[in-house]
T-cell receptor, first 117, second 113 residues
Framework: GAVVSQHPSRVICKSGTSVKIECRSL??????MFWYRQFPKQSLMLMAT?????????EQGVEKDKFLINHASLTLSTLTVTSAHPEDSSFYICSVRQDSSGANVLTFGAGSRLTVL | AQSVTQLGSHVSVSEGALVLLRCNYS??????LFWYVQYPNQGLQLLLK??????LVKGINGFEAEFKKSETSFHLTKPSAHMSDAAEYFCAVSNQAGTALIFGKGTTLSVSS
């Protein structure tokens, strides 16, 4: 199956700064990647669908100007949290869709824990 | 719209006991159903998936789940719990169009010796 790498695994930043999180598909070309957000002891909430070569599709309630998604290649999608605030502190997880099997199986990265001071 | 409901946010069992984690789904189209496991501060690992083939699906680590259309359920079971099974378990649904997975709220499984 696909191997998905996320970097950094943990990041601490000051309020007002921007943070970039990378999601790489190491052995699979992914036209579509998904970004999820998970608050402590809660479920994963879909933030946006990242499409290679085009604009991301954001879920209702997710600010596209705050959470910038770039999917410039078939193996890399980035999520940039701009002007971060403490309420943006969360666990961000990307996933890659393996649609060759037709079963819509998602492989997840290990996640990136963002703490905004 | 699709949704998933996991009954019981926390399940506690003794080592060697049966594990039963409940999941009910709502979908206007034939669903794809999944169970994922998450260990602390890690991503999600696929346990098993239902894709309209056999209704009884066997996964990794001795887990299995049965798709019951009449009950709109996809409960996860394991005959004998191990300490290493303690984790967060998520049920998820998607449609055939290949949209993102919709997750349930998760069930924390605790295993005592």
């Amino acid at each position: 199956g696909a191997v998905v790498s996320q970097h950094p695994s943990r990041v601490i930043c000051k309020s007002g700064t921007s943070v970039k999180i990378e999601c790489r598909s190491l052995d699979f070309q992914a036209t579509t990647m998904f970004w999820y957000r998970q608050f402590p002891k809660q479920s994963l909430m879909l933030m946006a669908t990242s499409n290679e070569g085009s604009k991301a599709t954001y879920e209702q309630g997710v600010e596209k100007d705050k959470f910038l998604i770039n999917h410039a290649s078939l193996t890399l999608s980035t999520l940039t949290v701009t002007s971060a605030h403490p309420e943006d502190s969360s666990f961000y997880i990307c996933s890659v869709r393996q649609d060759s099997s037709g079963a819509n199986v998602l492989t997840f990265g290990a996640g990136s824990r963002l703490t905004v001071l | 719209a699709q949704s998933v409901t996991q009954l019981g946010s926390h399940v506690s069992v003794s080592e060697g006991a049966l594990v039963l984690l409940r999941c009910n789904y709502s979908s206007s189209v034939p669903p794809y159903l999944f169970w994922y496991v998450q260990y602390p501060n890690q991503g999600l690992q696929l346990l098993l998936k239902y894709t309209s083939a056999a209704t009884l699906v066997k996964g990794i680590n001795g887990f299995e789940a049965e798709f019951k259309k009449s009950e709109t359920s996809f409960h996860l079971t394991k005959p004998s719990a191990h300490m290493s099974d303690a984790a967060e378990y998520f049920c998820a649904v998607s449609n055939q169009a290949g949209t993102a997975l919709i997750f349930g709220k998760g069930t924390t499984l605790s295993v005592s010796s």
